[in-house]
């Protein structure tokens, strides 16, 4: 099971950190991934970890503001958001794969074996 926290709403500018922690299993060799769904919209990748490389990668609209880690001592993933905008806003779900995760397959949501329920980011103008 994976469970997000760090939602919130924010002002334009400001910044939040996701995190994303695993229960009855151990994330330290998965990949991970993070994307967003907005309302009305087709869910969106955000940023992944590869299991591969250990390299952190990013989608062009979030290049630049936003920083992907793991801490394994907490099984814990986490996403920090700075210069948020309100186009940002999103339920934003963190997804692992158990299996090798390059950077080519990291958008794709097939890839992953476990998903969290989201955790809602408001971004306000």
């Known amino acids: 099971q994976l469970v997000e926290s760090g939602g919130d709403l924010v002002h334009s500018g400001g910044s939040l950190r996701l995190s994303c922690v695993a229960s009855?299993?151990?994330?330290?060799?998965?990949?991970i991934g993070w994307f967003r769904q907005a309302p009305g919209k087709e869910r969106e990748w955000v940023s992944c970890i590869s299991n591969i490389d250990g390299r952190t990668y990013f989608a062009d609209s979030v290049k630049g503001r936003f920083i992907a880690s793991r801490d394994n001592a907490k099984n814990t993933v986490y996403l920090q958001m700075s210069g948020l905008k309100p186009e940002d806003t999103a339920n934003y779900f963190c997804a692992a794969d158990k299996g090798p995760l390059p950077r080519s397959d990291c958008p794709d949501p097939r890839e992953y074996d476990y998903w969290g329920k989201g955790t809602l980011v408001t971004v306000s103008s």
């Open positions: 009855g299993f151990t994330l330290n060799y998965f990949g």
